[in-house]
């Protein structure tokens, strides 16, 4: 639970300097500051990819996975969800209603609907791994600075949403660890940091992979370890 505590105060303190800022941080260093945590992430994801045992399991779970996810629309849901509360939320601003409405929803889907989120807390709550949620806290921090500059005190709100979406996930994942092998909770980090190195690509703009369409691949070696 410490890289979510961490993550948490990130996004706080993030936010705190933005509303100071008021007129935001120029776009040439927060594109740098971003690049480089793309380039982190990408390491990261690679350093987790060769915690895997068998090959067979991971390239299963990435391509089975890419395919339900493909056939589900998760990425396209989300997307539209996320369309769906912003719009929400700019109607309830101009009406005058729930000012920080529009702030606290788009902090929520930034800092908690990806990847990076459920692969960083799984490996939280499996091994006691804090490595990605570290790496995410920093990425949060330069976001929620940008962010809330714009958007006011709602995006500092929505750390409370971060502690708990994220803290449930790790706390979920904590209390499987016990009936998980060390050889499926390898196969699931590596299938994960696979995604994570996509992530990665995509925030250095080299690639624009539909990373949440993956994320079944995460769970899949729960049953391909079974059969190989």
Same mark, same amino acid.
């Given at each position: 639970m410490i890289g979510v505590? %961490?993550?948490?105060?990130?996004?706080?303190? @993030?936010?705190g300097v933005g509303l100071?800022?008021? /007129?935001g941080i120029p776009e040439r260093v927060a594109n740098t500051l971003m690049?480089?945590?793309?380039? !982190?992430t990408v390491c990261i994801g690679f350093a987790g990819v060769i915690k895997g045992e068998n090959t067979l399991v991971?390239?299963?779970? %990435?391509?089975?996975? @890419?395919?339900?996810? !493909?056939?589900?629309?998760?990425?396209?849901?989300l997307n539209r969800f996320s369309?769906?509360?912003?719009? /929400?939320?700019?109607?309830?601003?101009? /009406?005058?209603e729930l000012s920080l409405a529009r702030g606290f929803i788009s902090g929520s889907l930034l800092f908690c609907v990806g990847a990076m989120t459920v692969v960083g807390s799984l490996n939280a709550g499996l091994t006691d791994d804090n490595e990605m949620l570290y790496t995410k806290s920093?990425?949060?921090?330069?976001?929620?600075?940008?962010?809330?500059?714009?958007? @006011?005190? @709602?995006?500092?709100?929505s750390a409370v949403f971060v502690l708990v979406f994220q803290g449930a996930i790790a706390l979920a994942?904590?209390?499987a660890a016990p009936y998980l092998s060390a050889s499926v909770i390898a196969e699931m980090t590596c299938a994960g940091s696979v995604l994570i190195v996509g992530l990665g690509l995509n925030l250095l703009d080299l690639t624009k992979i539909k990373v949440a369409d993956y994320?079944?691949?995460?769970?899949?070696?729960?049953?391909? !370890?079974?059969f190989l």
């Amino acid at each position: 639970m410490i890289g979510v505590l %961490v993550n948490t105060l990130t996004v706080l303190l @993030g936010s705190g300097v933005g509303l100071l800022l008021k /007129k935001g941080i120029p776009e040439r260093v927060a594109n740098t500051l971003m690049k480089g945590v793309g380039l !982190c992430t990408v390491c990261i994801g690679f350093a987790g990819v060769i915690k895997g045992e068998n090959t067979l399991v991971m390239i299963l779970s %990435v391509a089975v996975g @890419g395919l339900l996810g !493909c056939l589900l629309h998760i990425d396209d849901g989300l997307n539209r969800f996320s369309v769906f509360l912003e719009k /929400k939320a700019q109607k309830l601003s101009k /009406k005058g209603e729930l000012s920080l409405a529009r702030g606290f929803i788009s902090g929520s889907l930034l800092f908690c609907v990806g990847a990076m989120t459920v692969v960083g807390s799984l490996n939280a709550g499996l091994t006691d791994d804090n490595e990605m949620l570290y790496t995410k806290s920093i990425l949060d921090l330069i976001s929620s600075c940008v962010l809330s500059a714009t958007l @006011g005190v @709602g995006v500092m709100l929505s750390a409370v949403f971060v502690l708990v979406f994220q803290g449930a996930i790790a706390l979920a994942a904590s209390f499987a660890a016990p009936y998980l092998s060390a050889s499926v909770i390898a196969e699931m980090t590596c299938a994960g940091s696979v995604l994570i190195v996509g992530l990665g690509l995509n925030l250095l703009d080299l690639t624009k992979i539909k990373v949440a369409d993956y994320l079944p691949a995460i769970f899949l070696p729960i049953l391909f !370890c079974l059969f190989l």
